[in-house]
DNA sequence: CAGAATCCCCACCGATACTG
DNA sequence: CAGTATCGGTGGGGATTCTG
């Protein structure tokens, strides 16, 4: 029921207080699973699956404790202190990438490719794009243009997107990482994909994992 | 010796595999101890008095194998890949410091210390300061200038320091943190001082702790 | 089907004692 | 000083079961 005994840094400093309440294994991952918007229990196991269902429901409730879950109507979702831990996880993203061992073969989320799109995309270089991503039975709408990025779960609210992307999620992180065009990779029917096939490549151009390598101070 | 059945979220999501190589206990703050510069096996416990020696020698062993860490002439140093989790690090203490629970009556460590003033030092309105802070027995210098803002281990090479302030860890965190103005944290002997008393006073309103709240996103 | 409760097992953590 | 050896405790992983 409590967890008395939880086990704690016991120091002043910020940092370990921050993972004294997210440190925890598969803490930060509930999290990410949680980023674009609330899920079942069952959603949040479909996208951990290697989390058991003891280990998920006591993280939930240790966060909810915590401040940073919150029982909603459709099972769980973030509080803004919650969804402050987006810095967090991009800094943790954009390190990741950098490291090798990175496997891209093993099970991706939905939720966590989005994410990781949001990570890398080059905003700079981006155009005007509106874009949907089927990745199994989930539906992301991204919004781009100069600058900005953006992603919601769910079909586009305004406006049909004048680019869809179909697959299953790790073919879907192929196409978007990998250096085949997308020509070959429609083709080849990895995924599918509707909609202006040099805009379609544009897009995809924008994201990049980087290769191993430099780091950032201050 | 080796760890075989080294636990993994078997994940191609890069956050995940991010928390694969630094995720579990210790590490994180292992990496905060070495931020500022190569540490003995002795030191790096001086600053996590919380952690056995076992399992420091395991982390030791498992981010070196990573290529986080690299044993140096001085005890253990950061690689660069290792200095590349500052990000990661600065997010959580950023994030830390909005959470309730947060107790700085605990132990504060001098590298905790200088990292969390170079997280929240309010950069644009900085001066330009030479600070000699002596945290203990550890000395640091910290040179500031409107935007910029500099710590190193060890006394300033350059040029004497135009402030300088000693005491306990805690004390100084007190003083950098707390409401109470210099010259009565100085009076009441709680920490040492020396230099110009406006100035001092200056530099220490640099430095604030966010009450709980706000959040980013992008 | 959602999710809470319970069981067992083992890897990891934490503390102490010990060694070169 | 810099670790290693050992041992008990705890939290995580998996499976099963119960309830609504």
């Known amino acids: 029921m409590t967890y008395p005994g939880r086990r704690s840094y016991d120091e002043g400093c910020i940092a370990a207080h921050a993972l004294d309440l997210v440190g925890d294994r598969w803490a930060l991952l509930v999290v990410r699973e949680l980023m ?7 959603d949040l196991r479909a996208g951990l699956p290697g989390v058991s269902a003891n280990v998920l ?29 987006w810095p967090v996880i991009r800094a943790l ?28 995309c080059a905003r ?9 991503m089927r990745a199994g039975e989930e539906i992301f709408t991204i919004a781009t243009a100069p600058g900005s990025y953006g992603v919601t779960r769910g079909p586009g609210r305004t406006a049909p997107a004048g680019l869809v992307f179909a697959g299953g999620t790790n073919a879907l992180a192929a196409a978007v990482y990998g250096a085949q065009p997308l020509a070959e990779v429609a083709a080849a029917g ?5 909609g202006d096939a040099a805009e379609g490549q544009g897009f995809l ?3 990049a994992l980087p290769p191993p390598q430099p780091a950032g101070s201050t």
């Open 124 to 132: 700079a270089r981006a155009g005007t794009h509106l874009v949907e």
């Open 57 to 85: 429901a006591r993280r939930l409730e240790e966060m909810e404790a915590a401040g940073i879950v919150i029982p909603a109507a459709r099972g769980y979702a973030l509080t803004p202190a919650g969804e402050g831990l």
């Open 36 to 42: 674009l918007g609330p899920r079942r229990f069952s």
């Open 190 to 194: 990895m995924i599918a994909f509707r």
């Open 205 to 207: 151009d924008l994201f």
């Open 93 to 120: 993203a954009a390190w990741g990438a950098r490291q090798p061992g990175h496997d891209p073969a093993r099970f991706i989320s939905p939720t966590a490719l989005m994410l990781s799109m949001r990570v890398t």
